[in-house]
């Protein structure tokens, strides 16, 4: 079982509509979990982290964690067509803040 | 925020030649470094775990002969791809811990490596 697991497919969405991505981990002792976007030919960029159960916020963006279920998922509101992009899900793993990245997925904003 | 520069951001080099990529933290000190190679369309792969005045540790299937690390200042770590093949043609990222709390990690703007 891989680490963690992004496994939709690419997601296209129009202008406005609301983008939802999910994550799963298999570590059930993982602590620290982000999203990242990743721009075609460029390095990752940090939209989220979260450390606990629950919501957080931040802008038109919301992460969502359940470390019952091993899972957690971001929301992109109100999708503009700069969102699109690949998103990647990663979770801190074997200590020393070691990052283990899912395949991501590919988010179409569609005006 | 804190940032971290990798240099070069893209070189070609010939089979059988190394090359070297640097990554530095401009404006905080970070005892441990990573290195990630990202293929096409494919996720980021962690290949080694880069600590400041000790050996480098290697992820499985990662040779450590062949991806040199060395990380002899807090603000700097090399990679190393020596006898570089066509198949070591990739996207070389580099991330820095801070380790100052919240997110702690940071990414630089990462190296495409073409072996010709």
């Known amino acids: 079982q891989k680490e963690v697991e992004q496994n939709s497919g690419p997601l296209s969405v129009p202008e406005g509509a609301i983008a939802s991505l999910n994550c799963t981990y298999s570590d059930r002792g993982s602590q620290s979990f982000f999203w990242y976007r990743q721009y075609s030919g460029k390095s990752p960029e940090l939209i989220m982290f979260?450390?606990?159960?629950g919501d957080k916020e931040d802008g038109r963006f919301t992460a969502q964690l359940n470390k019952a279920s091993q899972y957690v998922s971001l929301l992109i509101r109100d999708s503009q067509p700069s969102d699109s992009a690949t998103y990647l899900c990663a979770v801190t793993a074997g200590g020393n803040n070691r990052l283990a990245f899912g395949k991501g997925n590919q988010v179409v904003v569609i005006p | 925020g804190a940032v971290v520069s990798q240099h070069p951001s893209r070189v070609i080099c010939k089979s059988g030649t190394s090359v070297k990529i640097e990554c530095r933290s401009l404006d905080f000190q970070a005892t441990t470094m990573f290195w990630y190679r990202q293929f096409p369309k494919q996720s980021l792969m962690l290949m080694a775990t880069s600590n400041e005045g000790s050996k480098a540790t290697y992820e499985q299937g990662v040779e450590k002969d062949k991806f040199l690390i060395n990380h002899a200042s807090l603000t700097l770590s090399t990679l190393t791809v020596t006898s570089a093949h066509p198949e070591d043609s990739s996207f070389y990222i580099c991330?820095?811990?801070?380790?100052?709390?919240?997110?702690?990690?940071?990414f630089g703007e990462g190296s495409w490596l073409t072996v010709v």
């Open positions: 979260i450390y606990s159960n």
């Open positions: 991330s820095a811990d801070s380790g100052t709390g919240g997110n702690t990690i940071y």
